[in-house]
C-alpha cells in the first residue's frame, strides 16, 4: 500500500472550497508561473481531440462498429475544450466552459468505484477478497421472466471485489444486451466464445460489460439506487453542484425491496455514465488528492485509497477503476510517480498531483497530449522555483 502524502511539518491546514464559492488566486499567489502555465493551457485548447462534438456521432464512428455495439443510454453533444487548474486548494486557472454539464465517460468508473469505497468502509462489504457472488442474490429484471444470476458460472462464483475493481475478473455473461466478448472484441472471432477463461486475477481486460456487472452487484448491496449513494456520501459533503446526473441504459431497470430502479453504468461506452461539469469533476479530485478527507470528514478511508493506487499485478499502471497510478512513469513519464488520474475517453482526465499539490481536469484532449500537457503544466512550477 502506498504511504501517505502528509503535510509538511507546520503547514497550514488544507483549503477546501465552500459548497457555493471556491476560492481563487493568481498562479504567482501559488508559486506557478503565469506565462508558462497559460502556454499549458494554450496547448490543451490547440490539441483538442478530433473526434465529433456530437457524442452520439462519435459513438457510432468508434465503439459502436463493435458487435452489439448500438447505443442504449443517452449521448449529449459536447462543449469546447475545457479545463480547471487547482493549486493548494484555490482555482488558479479556468478555460472554456467549467460549468458545462458533459459526458465524463470512464471517469464515471471512479465515482462508480468510490460508493463501493464507502460499502467497504462501511463493513457492508467485510473483505475486497470475499467472491462477489456472497453478496448478490438472484436478480429480478424488470419486464422479464427469468431472474438474473450474476456469479453461478463455475468461472463467475471465483470472482472476489478485488478481481472486478482492477478489471482482472474475466467475467462471463450477457447483461443489458452486452455479451461480455462484444466489448473490444479479440480480432480472433473462434476465441470469443472458445476460449478458456483466464483464471480471475491473472489477467487485465479493460471491459464495460464488466463494470456494468459491478455496478450492479453494486446495488444489491446498498439496495438504494447509486446515485443517491453517491450523492449522500460523496458529492454533497465535497460540496459539489446539483447539475450532475448519473444514468444508465434504456433496459437497466431491475426490480429491489418491491420497486423499480435503475442500474446505473460505469461510463459512457454505450450511452450514459456520469453527466457532470468540470468544477465538481476537481472538487472530486481535489477530494482524491486529500487522500479521501474533506474539511473534518475521512468520505474514503486511507485504507480504501491506499488499496485504490496499488498497482494491479497484471497491470501495473491501473489500480481500483479508474484510478491509474504513475508509478512506472509509463502514464506520465513528465510527472512525479507519486503522480495519478482518473481517466475516461473524451479525453476527461483529472490529473492529480500530490507532490506539487496540483489538481487538473482537462476535457477534450487528445489523448495522446495528455503527458505534454502534464510537461507544461509542471515546467510552470519548476519555473517559479
Known sequence: MPTAFPQKKNAPAPYYPDPTQWQTKTPTEVGLNADKLAAAIAFAKEKETKNPRNLEVSHYQTYGKEPFGDGIGPFATRGEPTGIVVRNGYIVAEWGDPLRVDMAHSVTKSMLSSVIGVAFDRGMIRSLDDVARDYVPPIQVYGQPQLLQLFETAHNRTITWDHLLRQT????????????????????????????????????????????????????????????????????????????????????????????????????????????????????????????KWKDRQLLSEQWVGRALTPTPAEPGYGFMNWYNNRDRKLFPSAPPSAFAHLGNGTNMIYVDPENDVVAVVRWIDRKALDEFVKRLLAAARASG
Do not use: C
Open 169 to 292: 475478473s474475466d467475467w462471463e455473461g450477457t447483461l443489458w444486451g452486452k455479451p461480455d466478448w462484444a466489448d473490444r472484441p479479440s480480432d480472433k472471432p473462434g476465441e470469443w466464445l472458445t476460449r478458456p477463461r483466464n483464471k480471475a486475477g491473472t489477467a487485465y481486460k479493460y471491459n464495460d460489460v464488466r463494470v456494468n456487472a459491478l455496478a450492479l452487484a453494486a446495488l444489491q448491496v446498498w439496495r438504494r439506487p447509486l446515485p443517491q449513494v453517491l450523492k449522500e456520501t460523496i458529492m454533497d459533503p465535497i460540496g459539489a453542484s446539483n447539475t450532475w446526473r448519473w444514468f444508465g441504459y434504456d433496459n437497466s431497470w431491475v426490480v429491489l425491496d418491491g420497486e423499480v430502479v435503475q442500474s446505473v453504468s460505469g461510463g459512457g461506452h454505450w450511452g450514459g455514465g456520469m453527466f457532470i461539469h468540470a468544477q465538481d469533476m476537481a472538487r472530486f479530485g481535489y477530494l482524491t488528492l486529500r487522500r479521501g
